[in-house]
């Protein structure tokens, strides 16, 4: 029962190597280089598969998608149909948390200014809230954010998050669904998103939810973060919410359009820091054996884990 | 029973406002501007009082630093022989454990290198390890060296501790004294120094040190983080071991002579994050709250926690 690798600008070396070393007696493709038999494939293993491939392999049985959000892939017309499975994987989740945690430090402890105070040689200090007077919100409460939510407790911070449906996590406020969205927004300082993109969460992070954001709060203002889909941000509602102080602050690891445009005036804003779509990088020790695990219970006529509802979209 | 308030360089109103609210009863005066009477002075509050004034005091019953390292106290010649209480208040700990969490996340996250492709408008990703393949080592295991050994053991770092006497944390392996430091330094990829400031503590982080770090570290080479006193680290060392690659960066919140002097090239290297000695600052609430009961208790009859032990300097 054979593989296809295919995640077009990620480098498959490793991701090759480690499937060879823990299935040696497995066919592997790789594509576009090394695949030559779409009939012999079974599992394809991949980010961001070139829309149509996958309808052209005949015996495809189960799709694992290698990355968080499957938006990419739901829209492609061709898609077949056959199990998707996404990786759930706690070294992603964890990288996730370090970015988040590191993202959110930094704004709570104005590591731009001190780095800019740094560029002009000015010893100055600044009074800082304690974390705990700063009001952390995480939108979207699936692995990632509940993960982010719980360090995010455990440094201090008051924490709240929202999700489509309701949610209960230990020492954390938990709001659901359109109703709860204003409160939640209204006692949020620090928003971090780590939503799925679906049509409901497209553009969701626009100028009106950031005008709902704390006023009050001990940071002078809101800061948002994004660690999850790009085309859940209106990135010219950003801008503008920046300009006009509705935000002091943003983060942001994913953007509408991907590698962000050069002309694009977050890259040189000076409340903006821009991370290119590395907050939670895919292991591929970890996400092969993974996936070689699932396939053997596969075959063994087990059940596949975390399988993508197509209709809710993650 | 009245109190001086005398800590140069601070912004003192918020302190005295918290004393008046507090403790309406008592005299307060606050040195330089409104202090007339020195002879009415039972009991000071201070960060780094000029030398001399305290032997001044002919009343004087107790002494209370509002800072951490009590080195600047114990060099006063004219120390009078009466207790000295140090600070030891959770919400400067955890202020410490902020700005270690941050600065770890920095370099383990290449921060400075993601900030400055955003400068150059560059879009590429770096291979980051996983948090629980860096090795971070925290010398100095009082109270501010195990809180943050905590959370970086929480944040998924592996953490090793190293102080002068032996101590046992929970899921931290603890090397002890002058035996134990190379194994210590062997296996740490980031070190982050706690200690206070003692003869045995002054000048320890120099290139001998350094050059004992870990070589073999995921992250390609050493890194340094002072967030405890100034005076234990060489800097001119510090910039030899970054410029021949013993070090590969440094974050550093105190310096040798603060404020550090504008022609230090710590301040331009591009792999050293400066922070003007802002990494646990004091909050008046929490800290007269925490000394103002600590004078109602002695008054009452009762003892003073957290003494200075002057022979062992903190």
Redesign the interface.
């Known amino acids: 029962m054979s593989l296809l690798l295919s995640a077009p600008g990620w480098d498959l070396a490793a991701w090759a190597g480690r499937i060879s070393k823990r299935a040696p007696g497995r066919r592997l493709q790789v594509a576009p280089d090394r695949f030559s038999g779409p009939e012999a494939v079974d599992y394809v293993l991949t980010w961001n598969v070139p829309h149509g491939l996958l309808s052209t392999l005949p015996n495809l049985k189960v799709i694992f998608w290698l990355g968080a959000g499957v938006d990419h892939l739901l829209a492609d017309p061709n898609l077949p149909d056959v199990p998707i499975v996404r990786v759930v994987d706690p070294?992603l989740t964890?990288?996730m948390?370090?970015?988040v945690?590191?993202q959110v430090?930094?704004h709570?402890?104005a590591?731009l200014t001190?780095?800019d105070?740094?560029?002009r040689?000015e010893?100055?200090?600044?009074?800082?809230p304690?974390?705990?007077d700063v009001r952390v919100g995480v939108m979207g409460l699936g692995e990632l954010g509940r993960d982010a939510a719980r360090?995010l407790t455990?440094?201090?911070y008051q924490v709240a998050g929202w999700s489509r449906t309701a949610k209960t996590i230990d020492g954390i406020d938990c709001f659901a669904g359109a109703d709860g969205l204003a409160a939640f927004l209204a006692r949020t300082d620090i928003l971090v998103s780590l939503l799925p993109l679906t049509p409901q969460t497209r553009g969701i992070l626009d100028y009106g939810l950031f005008s709902g954001l704390a006023r009050d709060g001990v940071l002078g203002g809101p800061v948002l973060i994004n660690g999850g889909r790009g085309k859940s941000q209106v990135e010219a509602d950003i801008l503008r919410a920046l300009d006009d102080g509705v935000l002091i602050g943003a983060s942001l690891d994913v953007f509408e359009t991907?590698?962000?445009a050069?002309d694009s005036p977050l890259?040189?804003h000076p409340r903006v820091?821009?991370?290119?779509?590395?907050a939670a990088?895919s292991?591929p020790t970890d996400l092969v054996d993974y996936v070689l695990t699932q396939i053997e219970t596969f075959e063994a006529g087990g059940a596949l884990k975390n399988r993508v509802d197509r209709t809710r979209g993650y």
Do not use: C, F, K
């Open positions: 070294s964890r990288r948390t370090e970015w945690s590191l430090l930094m709570h402890r590591a001190y780095l105070q740094q560029r040689v010893w100055r200090s600044h009074n800082h304690m974390a705990r360090m455990m440094l201090g991907e590698p962000l050069a890259w040189a820091i821009v991370t290119p779509h590395v990088e292991d």
